[in-house]
């Protein structure tokens, strides 16, 4: 398995429940891109998802809450899955989309949310849940531990060794390592990796972490086109995001997080006595039509799980059982033509 994020280390559970020996290679340490520095929305909305994704979408938002309790379980550590639930605030091009007519607010805002600032703007309830992802990985990670995966850190894979259309072994910084099958979870740098150039890039997202006023300042996730904000259960709040191209740069600009600073105030004016704990970027794996790349490549026995941009999360539970089945050759009941690798051959 190439990368340790939620996607590799999910779907190298997956595989150790269906008998496989897996090791795991990561360049840095496990869980620490794009998985640690996700705010953890667990998005399921038709209009943000791409319609070739809904049904993975929406299977693996099911799946959640198993597949955490699976986790926690297994690890002995909390991943903090909240179901409280979403306050969106949609734009105006979405303002009428025919399923939020349905998704009303249980009560007034005023009483739903008594932290958010007046406003006239229309406000609808998403039944959403949110994860707290760094704490989600490290379970995983631990988790697959406890199954017997093994792990390899700091080991940066160069290349997958075929020869006459064999595949041989994964070549790193520092040795190879001999399988007779291997899966490409690498991520923004799964592209990287010779012999196949698969067009996932890098999309940098800048956020910031508040240590709220009051324990339950927030209940629900907000969710604006401006920003959003993620409540956790020991009291932080998560602020985001941008979306930008600027490659494998993850330095934070202070004008991007006071600008998401002030715009959280504007939206929770109580948040101006919040204390900045952190700020970060990540890099989220993007692909040309924002659809991840699933299932096996020209080479035999050389599999790709990736560019899932910013549904890696909510996708990893649906990913990992998919996967498996492909490699393991047990069928899988989605199409998964949408996301072959094949779409991007020359």
Not at 9 to 37: C, D, F, N, Q, W
Not at 132 to 151: C, S
Not at 169 to 197: D, E, L, M, Y
């Amino acid at each position: 398995m190439i990368g340790g994020g939620i996607i590799g280390l999910t779907l190298s559970i997956e595989l150790r429940k269906k008998g496989a020996s897996v090791l795991v290679v990561e360049r840095g340490a496990p869980g620490r891109e794009a998985s640690y520095a996700a705010g953890g929305m667990l998005v399921d909305c038709p209009f943000e998802t791409p319609a070739a994704l809904q049904a993975l979408a929406t299977g693996s938002a099911r799946m959640y809450p198993e597949f955490a309790y699976e986790l926690e379980v297994e690890s002995g550590m909390k991943v903090d899955l909240r179901d409280q639930g979403t306050i969106l605030f949609p734009s105006a091009e979405h303002a009428s989309h025919p399923p939020l007519q349905e998704a009303a607010l249980p009560a007034p805002i005023a009483e739903f949310e008594p932290a958010l600032a007046a406003t006239d703007r229309p406000a609808f309830y998403l039944k959403e849940r949110s994860v707290d992802l760094r704490a989600l990985t490290a379970a995983a990670l631990q988790a697959a531990k406890h199954r017997g995966v093994d792990v390899s850190s700091g080991e940066e894979v160069a290349a997958v060794n075929v020869s006459d259309g064999q595949l041989l072994s994964i070549i790193t910084n520092k040795t190879s390592f001999h399988a007779p099958k291997v899966v490409n979870c690498a991520g923004a740098w799964s592209g990287q990796i010779a012999p196949h150039a698969f067009p996932t890039r890098p999309v940098k997202g800048q956020m910031l972490c508040l240590a709220s006023p009051t324990h339950n300042l927030l209940k629900h996730v907000i969710r604006s086109p401006e920003i959003y904000l993620i409540p956790r259960s020991n009291g932080r709040i998560l602020v985001g995001t941008t979306v930008e191209e600027a490659g494998f740069d993850k330095r934070t600009d202070i004008a991007t997080i006071q600008r998401l600073h002030h715009a959280a105030i504007a939206m929770v004016p109580e948040l101006r006595n919040a204390k900045i704990l952190e700020d970060w970027a990540g890099l989220r794996p993007g692909t040309p039509d924002a659809l991840p790349i699933l299932g096996a490549t020209a080479t035999p026995g050389y599999y790709v799980a990736t560019g899932h941009f910013r549904d890696g999360i909510l996708l990893a539970p649906i990913t990992a059982q998919v996967m498996a089945e492909v490699i393991t050759g047990t069928g899988c009941p989605y199409d998964l033509s949408p996301f072959s690798p094949a779409r991007f051959a020359t």
